[in-house]
């Protein structure tokens, strides 16, 4: 598969087959999605892998805000990818001053830019996954036992793809470009 392929291809899967995820696949893609770029190249962004299932039902349960859509796709998956980011180094200055006005915002966009490289690349592999953005940051990082100074940035639900689904609508591309 090229790139463009991929990138058109890929789609957010919440369901999954039963089949177990071996960790070799997973060392894989992270081999790969750590070439994805950050802040001054300081690479904050980490990946824990939950096989566990009474910790992937705890989360599920507890740790989804209520959002009963979240905690079905949680316990359909095999394996849960909490992706973690180190606080006060992406978008800032040594010193600990913002580089920018933007404050905070560039940690969160490591994140996204490296969710987004880990999921191109599951693809890849012929995995599914779905980026999830509702949960409960303090149950999670219990659960996940996510140590002091780092957030949870994303949860990343993969498996074997059970689903399918067609291309959500997209805006056409001359509505997203402005060529001055
Ligand atoms: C930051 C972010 C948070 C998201 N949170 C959720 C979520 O909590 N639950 C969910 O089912 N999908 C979630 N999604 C998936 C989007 O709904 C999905 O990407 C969008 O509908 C486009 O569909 P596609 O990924 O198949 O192209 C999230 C996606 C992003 C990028």
């Not at 392929?5 to 089949?19: A, D, H, L, T, Y």
């Not at 081999?31 to 690479?43: G, T, Y």
């Not at 969160?108 to 987004?116: E, M, N």
């Not at 940035?153 to 470009?177: F, H, Q, T, Y």
Request: charged letters at 25%; proline letters at 5%; a positive charge.
């Amino acid at each position: 598969m090229n790139s463009i392929q991929n990138i058109k291809s890929r789609r957010s899967i919440r369901k999954f087959k039963p089949e177990p995820i071996g960790t070799e696949v997973i060392k894989e893609i992270v081999e790969a999605a750590r070439f994805a770029p950050s802040w001054k190249n300081s690479q904050t962004v980490s990946y824990t892998a939950v096989y566990d299932r009474e910790k992937i039902k705890n989360m599920a349960k507890n740790g989804m805000c209520g959002f009963a859509h979240n905690t079905e796709i949680c316990l359909g998956a095999p394996l849960l990818i909490i992706v973690t980011t180190k606080d006060k180094r992406s978008g800032y200055e040594r010193d600990g001053s913002f580089s920018t006005s933007k404050g905070t915002h560039w940690q969160s966009f490591d994140a996204g830019a490296a969710a987004q490289t880990f999921c191109l690349l599951a693809h890849e592999y012929g995995l599914g996954t779905v980026i999830m953005g509702i949960y409960d940051e303090d149950v999670i990082r219990s659960v996940a036992e996510i140590p002091e100074g780092m957030s949870v940035s994303a949860i990343i639900a993969i498996g074997v793809p059970d689903e399918a689904p067609g291309a959500p609508r997209r805006k056409p591309a001359k509505e997203l470009l402005r060529i001055i």
